[in-house]
Structures are given as structure tokens and as C-alpha cells.
């Protein structure tokens, strides 16, 4: 279940709401300039390509670009808890950062918690199967996978140089709650 828990920056022990709502979900992060959605699951094998993946959701890339903006390029990112390296790419995004271009995912599978500090406030995110967030460039956040990272993301770039990570300097991550203690 896709969850939105909001925190103050300087209370990361405790949520100051709760939302569970997919459409309230959505609304919430609407208000900030986030744009949240639900694509439709497609069967997709396991082990699916790139191209396979890309293929299955064409249709529904297509009508996001047209309707946000347009996007040059898409990928496929798959990680599964026998990867070899999923210690070192969960740190790489564990520290708060900034992009020069939205940073847009969809989860055709498994799942993900999207950190966004905007203003004082602390927004996680647990995206799910189905789910399509898009962080505005120069919005300050992290993602975390988990220990045991599962999932199959479309990464859409309108330059994919520009998705370089401008790390802030601010140790905010450290203080939050992680994916094992969020989501089990």
C-alpha cells in the first residue's frame, strides 16, 4: 500500500500525518508541485528486458510526455536482493541531494520510500507497484531501497546529464527513519 507520512524536519521521530488515500496521497504532493500517479500493472515476466518493460508501458510514457513534457530519453533500472552491489547503491542515494532536471519513476515492480524536504517539512513516500512520482528539479530529497532492494523502475530523462546528483552537504538523512524500520 502506497503511504505518505509528513514529518517537521526537526521531529523525525514522530509523523505529523499519516495518509493512506491514494487520491489524498496524490493531492498532498499536487500541492507542492509534485506530480503523483497510478498507471495500470501490466504482466510482465520476470526478468523482463529493458525493452520489454518499455514496451509494456509505452503507452502510458507516451501520454505523460505529452501531458508534463518531453522527455528524450527512458530506461530501466532492476535491482533484486542478490545483486551484488545493492549495499553500495543504497548508499549512493541515502544522502540528500538535488537534480537540474525532474527526477521521474514508475514502479512496474516492487517498492521504494522518496524522501522530499521541501520547506521544513519531511515528505516520505512509499511508492509501489503501479506508482509514478516526479521530483522537480532542484527539490532537495533521497530515495532508499532497502537492505534487500526488489524492484523494477522506467526512468524517464529529458537530459540525462542533467540527473547528476548535487549532494546538499546536509546530514537530514541520517535522521530519518530508514526503509527497514518504515516498511519492514
Avoid at 505529452?66 to 553500495?88: G, N, R
Amino acid at each position: 500500500m502506497t503511504i505518505l507520512r509528513i514529518y517537521d524536519e526537526q521531529n523525525p521521530k514522530s509523523p505529523e500525518a499519516v495518509i493512506e488515500d491514494y487520491a489524498d496521497i496524490a493531492n498532498a504532493l499536487h500541492d507542492m508541485g509534485i506530480c503523483f500517479e497510478r498507471w495500470p500493472m501490466r504482466e510482465l515476466k520476470q526478468g523482463a528486458s529493458q525493452e520489454d518493460v518499455l514496451a509494456a508501458y509505452a503507452t502510458e510514457i507516451m501520454h505523460f510526455n505529452a501531458e508534463e513534457c518531453q522527455f528524450s530519453t527512458a530506461d530501466v533500472i532492476s535491482l533484486t536482493p542478490e545483486h551484488p552491489d545493492k549495499k553500495a547503491l543504497r548508499q549512493k542515494f541515502l544522502s540528500e541531494h538535488q537534480h537540474t532536471e525532474d527526477e521521474v519513476r514508475f514502479f512496474a515492480a516492487g517498492q521504494g520510500l522518496f524522501y522530499l524536504h521541501i520547506d521544513n517539512k519531511v515528505y516520505v513516500i512509499l511508492c509501489q507497484a503501479g506508482d509514478l512520482i516526479s521530483v522537480p528539479d532542484g527539490a532537495k530529497h533521497w530515495f532508499d531501497m532497502g537492505p534487500e532492494p526488489s524492484f523494477t523502475c522506467i526512468r524517464l530523462f529529458s537530459n540525462p546529464e542533467g540527473w547528476v546528483a548535487d549532494f546538499t552537504g546536509d546530514n537530514i538523512a541520517e535522521k530519518f527513519p530508514r526503509f527497514e524500520t518504515l516498511v519492514g
